[in-house]
């Protein structure tokens, strides 16, 4: 009894030690965690697996949901447990870690040229580290001006486009003009201000992190890094065109008072016009703006989407050719407008669907030549950095506390510490 009680706990702890199973019929289990979150986005996800399914009897993928809040943590536990799923979503910014410490797959040798020649070169190079490649970048999310259109067509304001945008002077100036009489220009949600102020600051030429010829990476806050940062300040503090409540706020959390009139604009991720969509009041109208432009024009970091495989995984050929599967052109479309982002795919781009004037798909499909790797992306140490050093030091130069000299210091000496620590 004893010894086959203890066959018995070995098999329950084997079977949990892997994320794929192989039954005696020979067929491959597979599980893939969907980070999907958007009831059109889960319903598109859940289909496609479906779809699958239906097509492969010999590979069934077991469709995982997941969570962006708590990703990071649960991969990493689940990485270190042996219980890593087959094919993980998450984003390109969080799988420097994972790839650099064997985790994750290079899918180098493991994907058809059809997926390697469709996404743009800028775009791989988001999940490119070392001689490797880890993920397939396929959604990406610029960030654009949401705009109460009235509001705007009642100022005479030059309404900005792709081809001629506003300058971020300009942009400050107009937001200035419209404000007044507890009124604001524009609201910045930047309770996470980190991402937000770096991938912007890339139109304005900035870089912040510099890697040298020995491969380490430093961190300089030069002057091409204050045009943004000092705009946002600029006009919280000085022209009081920027509402300053909002500064500790979530992208959602601003919508009631735009859609109450008091605030023109809002800079918010692409996605964010499927809750405008659902949630304005009827008869609010509203419009899609590209973000300010600078010495690099429309210039703008991203961090896209990512589908990887877990370098655990016996099965990385089927979890390679199921990520081919659903991210095939009309697949690619279909997570696309399920998500309201757009595709990182040539061929998904130039769908019909993505080009409509309706919500502001045509503004943010002319903005995907503009969008490239975003200034974090391969620096190991970058979410302490973000955590400890840089999410409180903006926030405080935002709200006024601190002073440009003190955020440069922090961001300089305090975040070269953490940089260092992992790169020795």
Same mark, same amino acid.
């Given at each position: 009894?004893?010894?086959?009680?203890?066959?018995?706990?070995?098999?329950?702890?084997?079977?949990?030690?892997?994320?794929?199973?192989?039954?005696?019929?020979?067929?491959?289990?597979?599980?893939?965690?969907?980070?999907?979150?958007?009831?059109?986005?889960?319903?598109?996800?859940?289909?496609?697996?479906?779809?699958?399914?239906?097509?492969?009897?010999?590979?069934?993928?077991?469709?995982?949901?997941?969570?962006?809040?708590?990703?990071?943590?649960?991969?990493?536990?689940?990485?270190?447990?042996?219980?890593?799923?087959?094919?993980?979503?998450?984003?390109?910014?969080?799988?420097?870690?994972?790839?650099?410490?064997?985790?994750?797959?290079?899918?180098?040798?493991?994907?058809?040229?059809?997926?390697?020649?469709?996404?743009?070169?800028?775009?791989?190079?988001?999940?490119?580290?070392?001689?490797?490649?880890?993920?397939?970048?396929?959604?990406?999310?610029?960030?654009?001006?949401?705009?109460?259109?009235?509001?705007?067509?009642?100022?005479?304001?030059?309404?900005?486009?792709?081809?001629?945008?506003?300058?971020?002077?300009?942009?400050?100036?107009?937001?200035? #003009?419209?404000?007044?009489?507890?009124?604001?220009?524009?609201?910045?949600?930047?309770?996470?201000?980190?991402?937000?102020?770096?991938?912007?600051?890339?139109?304005?030429?900035?870089?912040?992190?510099?890697?040298?010829?020995?491969?380490?990476?430093?961190?300089?806050?030069?002057?091409?890094?204050?045009?943004?940062?000092?705009?946002?300040?600029?006009?919280?503090?000085?022209?009081?065109?920027?509402?300053?409540?909002?500064? #500790?706020?979530?992208?959602?959390?601003?919508?009631?008072?735009?859609?109450?009139?008091?605030?023109?604009?809002?800079?918010?991720?692409?996605?964010?016009?499927?809750?405008?969509?659902?949630?304005?009041?009827?008869?609010?109208?509203?419009?899609?703006?590209?973000?300010?432009?600078?010495?690099?024009?429309?210039?703008?970091?991203?961090?896209?989407?990512?589908?990887?495989?877990?370098?655990?995984?016996?099965?990385?050929?089927?979890?390679?050719?199921?990520?081919?599967?659903?991210?095939?052109?009309?697949?690619?479309?279909?997570?696309?407008? #399920?998500?309201?982002?757009?595709?990182?795919?040539?061929?998904?781009?130039?769908?019909?669907?993505?080009?409509?004037?309706?919500?502001?798909?045509?503004?943010?499909?002319?903005?995907?030549?503009?969008?490239?790797?975003?200034?974090?992306?391969?620096?190991?140490?970058?979410?302490?950095?973000?955590?400890?050093?840089?999410?409180?030091?903006?926030?405080?130069?935002?709200?006024?506390?601190?002073?440009?000299?003190?955020?440069?210091?922090?961001?300089?000496?305090?975040?070269?510490?953490?940089?260092?620590?992992?790169?020795?």
């Amino acid at each position: 009894m004893r010894a086959r009680w203890f066959v018995g706990v070995l098999l329950l702890l084997l079977a949990g030690c892997t994320g794929t199973s192989t039954p005696e019929d020979g067929r491959i289990t597979l599980r893939f965690q969907s980070l999907a979150w958007q009831e059109e986005s889960v319903e598109a996800n859940k289909a496609l697996v479906k779809e699958w399914n239906a097509t492969h009897p010999g590979v069934k993928v077991e469709y995982v949901q997941g969570s962006w809040d708590s990703v990071h943590d649960q991969l990493l536990t689940s990485f270190e447990g042996g219980e890593a799923p087959d094919i993980i979503h998450d984003a390109s910014d969080d799988l420097a870690d994972f790839a650099y410490g064997g985790y994750l797959a290079d899918l180098e040798g493991l994907l058809p040229q059809r997926l390697k020649s469709d996404i743009p070169q800028r775009s791989w190079e988001t999940a490119t580290f070392g001689d490797g490649v880890y993920g397939v970048p396929f959604l990406q999310e610029p960030r654009v001006l949401i705009a109460n259109a009235e509001w705007l067509k009642e100022s005479g304001v030059r309404i900005p486009t792709p081809e001629r945008p506003w300058s971020w002077a300009e942009f400050r100036r107009i937001t200035e #003009g419209l404000s007044g009489d507890g009124k604001y220009g524009v609201a910045w949600p930047l309770k996470e201000p980190v991402s937000a102020t770096l991938n912007l600051s890339l139109s304005a030429g900035g870089q912040l992190f510099h890697r040298g010829a020995d491969g380490k990476v430093t961190i300089r806050f030069e002057k091409a890094d204050e045009t943004v940062p000092r705009t946002i300040h600029d006009q919280a503090n000085t022209d009081h065109s920027a509402s300053p409540t909002t500064l #500790g706020s979530g992208g959602s959390d601003t919508l009631p008072g735009f859609f109450g009139g008091k605030y023109a604009m809002v800079p918010l991720g692409f996605s964010y016009r499927q809750q405008i969509a659902q949630q304005a009041p009827k008869g609010f109208q509203w419009q899609v703006l590209p973000a300010p432009a600078g010495a690099d024009g429309l210039t703008q970091g991203v961090s896209p989407q990512t589908l990887s495989v877990a370098e655990d995984s016996p099965h990385k050929k089927e979890a390679a050719e199921f990520i081919d599967f659903l991210l095939r052109p009309k697949n690619m479309v279909r997570l696309a407008l #399920g998500d309201w982002m757009l595709p990182t795919g040539t061929q998904a781009l130039a769908d019909p669907a993505l080009h409509v004037t309706k919500d502001g798909w045509a503004t943010g499909t002319a903005l995907a030549s503009h969008l490239t790797t975003a200034p974090a992306q391969s620096v190991r140490g970058y979410p302490e950095w973000k955590d400890k050093v840089a999410t409180p030091a903006f926030q405080e130069y935002y709200s006024g506390a601190i002073g440009l000299s003190e955020l440069r210091n922090r961001l300089e000496d305090d975040g070269n510490l953490v940089l260092a620590r992992y790169q020795r």
